[in-house]
């Protein structure tokens, strides 16, 4: 395998990677144009394989996401298995993210923060398949019309299809571990029994 093969095989794989890193953020082309100042077009025909990536658009892409270059293209995992994570805020949430940004399943630690208990809980849908444990506090977790309070040690998990949003319980922050695959597979646990 030479080289220049290794280096074209990396290449043609950002295509996808870069269509699956923007739908999992919930991205239009037209924001993430807006983001970096690359045209809708030339990010689509990124996103298609229609065009090769250079360093400056991978840079400004890279940056856009909060994401290494080498995540951004794939490249091999040389010496440092440890995941140095970016936290960032969603809906005054802190989130932490526990796994690299790539395809598939995304661990997260979040921290929500106080909520009134006579608010309501936001709700939204997107595709995939979440599974929660709390971690400390209590956390209302709102799935279509039904609505659970989980404790310290309890775990749910759901179709992201279903309308869902989680709060804290009380006026008190409430910490979770979040699951998420995107492509909606199942969590599969294996226990001592099997």
Do not use: C
């Not at 179709?159 to 409430?174: F, I, K, Q, W």
């Amino acid at each position: 395998m030479t080289q220049e093969w290794e280096l074209e095989r990396s290449l043609d794989a950002v295509a996808p990677r870069l269509r699956a890193l923007r739908q999992r953020r919930e991205a239009t082309l037209a924001e993430l144009s807006e983001r970096t100042g690359i045209s809708v077009s030339t990010l689509s025909r990124l996103e298609s394989g229609g065009r090769r990536p250079t360093l400056d658009l991978l840079m400004r892409l890279a940056t856009a996401y909060r994401v290494s270059l080498d995540d951004l293209v794939g490249a091999p995992q040389i010496a440092d298995p440890r995941v140095r994570p970016k936290p960032f805020y969603r809906d005054g949430k802190a989130i932490i993210p526990l796994t690299r940004d790539t395809p598939g399943l995304h661990a997260y630690k979040m921290v929500l923060p106080g909520h009134p208990s006579e608010s309501p809980v936001p709700q939204r849908t997107h595709g995939g398949y979440d599974w929660i444990y709390v971690l400390s506090g209590r956390v209302r977790l709102a799935l279509g019309d039904e609505e659970l309070v989980l404790e310290p040690g309890e775990a749910a998990e759901f179709d992201t299809r279903v309308p869902h949003g989680m709060v804290s319980a009380s006026l008190e922050p409430a910490e979770v571990l979040n699951l998420l695959s995107a492509q909606g597979e199942r969590v599969h646990l294996r226990t001592v029994d099997g």
